[in-house]
């Protein structure tokens, strides 16, 4: 990964090359052949003519049809990932709740968010650095892995949440923040994103030639631009 003459750091390189290998692998409730469809699924998005309808509209629900698909995952399936990948500031509970209905579980919900959004990550890099996206890989054979039951808590949230022991005292807020917590359900998942995600972003001791401080302000401009609800 990273064929260019710009200084990329090595921790990052071997972060998401790592993660890209993981994505191939088999999850916890998707094998490595539904998580390879998945990140197809979400480039399709890119140039999905339903999506982009959707985009254009005043309500994405106003419009219906469908989607120009990369692959024969369910079609429920596919409805979130291009929902993720093309218009996440308007994800509402109904997407979530019509997911569900139609057969996916939560915790294939949360896995779903993370290969995307590990695979956004990816994409976005190279593409800021004048690369092409990578080629998804041979996806590894194997059934679903499974998982232990994670101590998760109702959070109030769609999905639940990592449970946290204690509050901060002087904030009140758990310690663990909730963009953390969000995939506590499937922790393979959290894993997965954060390892691609973590040498982007640190909350102290930033490696880069700009203070803390530039970097928050980095952050949020971004985060502005993009309509991040978080």
Known sequence: MYDTSYPVRANLREAHEQAWQLIAQPGAFWSGAQRVQIVQEARAALRCSLCERRQEAL????VQGAHDTAS?????LVEVI??????PARMTRSVFDEALAAGLSAEQYVETVSVVCTSVVIDTFHIALGLEAPATLEPQAGAPTGQEPPKVVDGG???PLTAVDVQDGTFGLPRAPNISRSMGSVPSAVALFFLAFRPHYALRDIPLAISQAQAEFIASRVSALNECFY
Do not use: E, G
């Open 59 to 62: 309500s994405p629900n106003a």
């Open 72 to 76: 024969a995952l369910p079609a429920a």
């Open 82 to 87: 291009h929902r993720l990948r093309s218009d």
């Open 157 to 159: 949230a769609w999905v």
